[in-house]
């Protein structure tokens, strides 16, 4: 049984196992409704339970659809709506849960949640995000890079603004698949010291520059994400505003990365806060592969948690 709980707790030769198999199920793919089924069902009979404590667009749908189009079935669970961690512990929970369905998939805040999910759990449980780390994303990000510019190994990858969740698996995967990368952003948002030492141990060259400018030079990937987290108070919101508008991803700033650099952002966004509408919409940007990605990602991350 295998959990996909964060890109560094997965073995390397795994990860690019799935990258590659994502992408040959999205070729396999094309031209077909986007209910049909794939030729493989690999899920047929499984039941696999989507937990959210945490709203969603992305993560929501495409993990629906990814199994359905797997011949898979779903049960879409709010934390509101159970007892997860009130009435009941997350051990139980997990216990229980582990009798009706074969894999769990969990989006949530506090990532001893998660952990605890897993280790309690008699089948695979998969991380859908956690206020720490967002593994799934950057393995459709992984992907969306290489469809667009080849193997991602070697390459810069720049960082703009907050060093969040998404952020740490960033560093997570320059380890794992071998790029470099480079934060730029206030120091009271730093990524953990923690995830730039992983990556640094496993020999990418990681980098904090406070200049954008200075930071995007020879950039392959530029990266930004949300100034603010929805449950942020209006006051936080406006001091990281402040702090943060310096980083805003614009045509200025992209002038300064290489000519073919790609743009990336996980969404939501806020237009013409962390990015402008014309590098969103802009020629150098993937937003929307990006999105589409997390799909074939997560399929494949799904059947490499139960050995289909």
Same mark, same amino acid.
């Given at each position: +049984?295998?959990?996909?709980? %964060?890109?560094?707790?997965? =073995?390397?030769?795994?990860?690019?196992? +799935?990258?590659?198999?994502?992408?040959?199920?999205?070729?396999? #793919?094309?031209?077909?409704?986007?209910?049909?089924?794939? &030729?493989?069902?690999?899920?047929? =009979?499984?039941?696999?339970?989507?937990?959210?404590?945490?709203? $969603?667009?992305?993560?929501?749908?495409?993990?629906?659809?990814?199994?359905?189009?797997?011949?898979?079935?779903?049960?879409?669970?709010?934390?509101?709506?159970?007892?997860?961690?009130?009435?009941?512990? *997350?051990?139980?929970?997990?216990?229980?849960?582990? #009798?009706?369905? =074969?894999?769990?998939?969990?989006?949530?805040?506090?990532?001893? *949640?998660?952990?605890?999910?897993?280790?309690?759990?008699?089948?695979?449980?998969?991380?859908?995000?956690?206020?720490?780390?967002?593994?799934?994303? *950057?393995? !459709? &990000?992984?992907?969306?890079?290489?469809?667009?510019?080849?193997?991602?190994?070697?390459?810069?990858?720049?960082?703009?603004? =907050?060093?969040?969740?998404?952020?740490?698996?960033?560093?997570?995967?320059?380890?794992?698949?071998?790029?470099?990368?480079?934060?730029?952003?206030?120091?009271?948002?730093?990524?953990?010291?923690?995830?730039?030492?992983?990556?640094?141990?496993?020999?990418?060259?990681? /980098?904090?520059?406070? &200049?954008?400018?200075?930071?995007?030079?020879?950039? &392959?990937?530029?990266?930004?994400?949300?100034?603010?987290?929805?449950?942020?108070?209006? $006051? !936080?919101? @406006? #001091?990281?505003?402040?702090?943060?508008?310096?980083?805003? /991803?614009?045509?200025?700033?992209? !002038?300064?990365?290489?000519? %073919? !650099?790609?743009?990336?952002?996980?969404?939501?966004?806020?237009?013409?806060?962390?990015?402008? $509408?014309?590098?969103?919409?802009?020629?150098? $940007?993937? *937003?929307?592969?990006?999105? @589409?990605?997390?799909?074939?990602?997560?399929?494949?991350?799904? #059947?490499?948690?139960?050995?289909?």
């Amino acid at each position: +049984m295998n959990h996909f709980l %964060d890109i560094h707790k997965t =073995d390397a030769t795994a990860l690019r196992g +799935m990258i590659d198999q994502a992408g040959a199920m999205k070729q396999a #793919r094309l031209g077909r409704p986007k209910a049909a089924p794939d &030729d493989e069902q690999p899920l047929k =009979d499984r039941m696999v339970a989507l937990i959210f404590e945490k709203p $969603s667009t992305r993560t929501r749908v495409s993990f629906d659809v990814g199994v359905r189009q797997m011949g898979g079935q779903t049960m879409v669970l709010s934390g509101k709506d159970m007892q997860l961690g009130h009435g009941e512990t *997350i051990a139980d929970t997990a216990r229980v849960l582990s #009798r009706y369905v =074969d894999m769990i998939m969990i989006r949530t805040f506090d990532e001893t *949640i998660l952990t605890e999910m897993a280790e309690y759990s008699d089948v695979p449980v998969i991380n859908g995000l956690t206020d720490r780390t967002h593994p799934c994303q *950057i393995m !459709a &990000d992984v992907l969306t890079f290489e469809e667009h510019r080849g193997p991602i190994k070697g390459k810069k990858v720049v960082w703009t603004g =907050d060093g969040n969740n998404v952020c740490a698996s960033f560093l997570h995967a320059a380890g794992q698949f071998g790029f470099d990368f480079t934060f730029t952003g206030p120091a009271q948002l730093d990524p953990e010291e923690e995830f730039m030492g992983l990556a640094r141990q496993q020999g990418s060259k990681v /980098v904090i520059e406070r &200049d954008p400018h200075k930071a995007v030079e020879g950039a &392959d990937l530029v990266v930004a994400d949300t100034w603010v987290s929805m449950h942020d108070s209006q $006051s !936080a919101k @406006e #001091r990281r505003h402040n702090m943060l508008r310096p980083y805003q /991803v614009n045509a200025e700033l992209m !002038a300064h990365a290489k000519p %073919d !650099a790609l743009f990336m952002h996980c969404l939501p966004a806020h237009r013409e806060e962390e990015a402008t $509408s014309e590098v969103m919409d802009g020629p150098n $940007s993937v *937003i929307f592969d990006e999105a @589409e990605n997390r799909l074939h990602a997560q399929k494949a991350v799904m #059947r490499w948690c139960l050995g289909v």
